[in-house]
Nanobody, 115 residues
Framework: QIQLVESGGGLVQPGGSLRLSCTVP????????MGWYRQSPGKQRELIGT???????NYTDDVKGRFTISRDNAKNTMYLQMNNLKSEDTAVYYC?????????WGQGTQVTVSS
């Protein structure tokens, strides 16, 4: 079973930046549509953006223009560059399939935006 591993979270002040990583140990990574998800306290996990194997991306309105998803297929790794962070971005961030989150969820990485 594929073990997703997210990393890069931390505590950052409003307006700051972080880059998250997601490692996907599968030979199929290059053809997978991947997604970043987040779950805030008391809320359901939500999809915030996706990236195709060729690098085409889509974002929800609340992160568009601030977050950028990229991938390095040679390293089986997807990234989430988060800029101009806001307190409402505080959440645990996860990666999984972008169309259907069919892989086993990893532990996620905590992002806390606070002054």
């Amino acid at each position: 079973q594929i073990q997703l591993v997210e990393s890069g979270g931390g505590l950052v002040q409003p307006g700051g930046s972080l880059r998250l990583s997601c490692t996907v140990p599968t030979n199929l990574f290059t053809v997978l549509i991947m997604g970043w998800y987040r779950q805030s306290p008391g809320k359901q996990r939500e999809l915030i953006g996706t990236i195709s194997g060729l690098g085409n991306t889509n974002y929800t309105d609340d992160v568009k223009g601030r977050f950028t998803i990229s991938r390095d297929n040679a390293k089986n790794t997807m990234y989430l560059q988060m800029n101009n962070l806001k307190s409402e971005d505080t959440a645990v961030y996860y990666c999984n399939g972008g169309r259907v989150p069919s892989m086993k969820w990893g532990q996620g990485t905590q992002v806390t935006v606070s002054s």
